[in-house]
């Protein structure tokens, strides 16, 4: 090898390293970004003080009467979701009593009504997965790109912020929900949706949480799958509810049998078993009494 070859050589491994050593510090940025965004959060997360009641996952199932189950419907259905109090076309001006105004729904989380109010108003609720790291505010924002690279705050973060498919009520009204999150390889986001892919840990971790400022939720985990982007069945705008499920049973790496009476909410992020491989965690959603309090803490 000539000198000149040397030389080169030695300054193509310089470059190789100082590459390296960037995206290492730039991934490191990044991480404690996150982290930082994640202990600003930390104040808003439910505790005994908060309101009284106690914080954490409905790791035993209570048992809640049929009343408490969503009314359903399709996930792009959004006609619940505006004209609470307004007379139908029929009735208008034509001296029929004017419909009542609605009362408004109680605000049973105050501390996510605080988030709201103090952080952002795009915050749909709180997000909590038994046996994992995620547990994270998530939004609604009318599109899938606002918060791919943005924090809660709305600053520029590649961790980006979990976030809701646009097409699905914002509050959780419809049959088929999907958040959204970033597969981050420290774990955070949605990174430690994988854990789900291993039988035992599946097995052992059945229980998450949903806060918003009018409700509390309890999920029952029942599938993790790995699928392609392009998923009908899982990204598609319109769901039905049997074939949905006959679907998901066949499909799914580790299952158990759902209430296929209920609503269903996807938690999905990037996979890399093949192009364009997705992960999904799937769980049955119902709404708890406002006055519920977990009895595991």
Not at 92 to 106: K, L, M, R, W
Not at 156 to 172: N, S, V
Not at 265 to 294: G, H, K
Request: aromatic share 12%.
């Amino acid at each position: 090898m000539t000198r000149m070859k040397r030389i080169m050589l030695i300054i193509s491994l310089i470059a190789v390293i100082c590459r390296g050593g960037y995206e290492l510090r730039g991934a490191a940025g990044q991480y404690t970004h996150e982290a930082r965004v994640k202990e600003g959060m930390s104040a808003y997360r439910l505790t005994p003080e908060a309101d009284g009641s106690r914080p954490g996952l409905t790791l035993a199932k209570p048992e809640i009467a049929p009343a408490w189950l969503h009314a359903g419907g399709s996930f792009g259905d959004c006609s619940a979701l505006g004209g609470l109090g307004s007379p139908t076309a029929a009735e208008s001006g034509h001296g029929v009593a004017p419909v009542p105004v609605a009362t408004p729904a109680p605000v049973v989380n105050p501390h996510i009504a605080a988030l709201q109010d103090e952080v952002n108003e795009d915050i749909a609720g709180w997000l909590t997965v038994a046996g994992t790291r995620i547990d994270y505010p998530f939004v609604w924002a009318g599109d899938h790109e606002t918060y791919l690279d943005r924090d809660v705050y709305g600053s520029y973060a590649k961790a980006g912020t979990l976030f809701m498919d646009y097409r699905c009520p914002a509050d959780l009204s419809g049959f088929y929900t999907i958040i959204y999150g970033h597969h981050m390889k420290n774990g955070s986001m949605f990174g430690d949706l994988k854990l789900f892919a291993d039988e035992g840990f599946f097995e052992a971790n059945p229980r998450g949480e949903i806060r918003t400022k009018h409700h509390t939720y309890s999920l029952d985990i029942f599938a993790w799958l790995i699928v392609r982007a392009d998923d009908e069945m899982v990204y598609g705008a319109y769901p039905e509810r049997s074939r949905y499920y006959d679907y998901i049973e066949a499909n799914a790496v580790n299952y158990r049998e759902p209430d296929r009476d209920r609503d269903v909410i996807a938690l999905s992020t990037c996979a890399y078993e093949f192009a364009d491989a997705r992960m999904v965690l799937l769980a049955n959603i119902y709404v708890l009494p406002n006055d519920w309090i977990n009895p595991n803490f």
